[in-house]
Nanobody, 116 residues
Framework: VQLQASGGGLVQAGGSLRLSCAAS????????MAWHRQAPGKQRELVAF???????NYADSVKDRFTISKDNAKNTVYLQMDSLKPEDTAVYYC???????????WGQGTLVTVSS
């Protein structure tokens, strides 16, 4: 399974970005897809996830600003990020978990930098 993330970049505070992550390879029964982030000097944290049925969950720090969505036909998960803040600056990673497998697959990360 390979995950290709894209969409990161430099944006001013208050701006928006949309991240994409396309999964390919042996994709069978997807349990959930998620976005994580890791800021410099900090641990990686879960930002949002979306289940196979479409249920979503967000970290408190991004609620009402970020929206996770997916396209099942394309095995792609998106993260729409609005009202960005400098503290959102991080490398963003996508991940996928599949039913019947204990392995969690990671994408390569895409850098988001929010300037003040």
């Amino acid at each position: 399974v390979q995950l290709q993330a894209s969409g990161g970049g430099l944006v001013q505070a208050g701006g928006s970005l949309r991240l994409s992550c396309a999964a390919s390879g042996s994709i069978f029964s997807v349990d959930f897809m998620a976005w994580h982030r890791q800021a410099p000097g900090k641990q990686r944290e879960l930002v949002a996830f979306i289940s196979s049925g479409g249920s979503t969950n967000y970290a408190d720090s991004v609620k009402d600003r970020f929206t996770i969505s997916k396209d099942n036909a394309k095995n792609t998960v998106y993260l729409q990020m609005d009202s960005l803040k400098p503290e959102d600056t991080a490398v963003y990673y996508c991940g996928i978990a599949m039913r019947g497998s204990s392995r969690y697959y990671w994408g390569q990360g895409t850098l988001v930098t929010v300037s003040s």
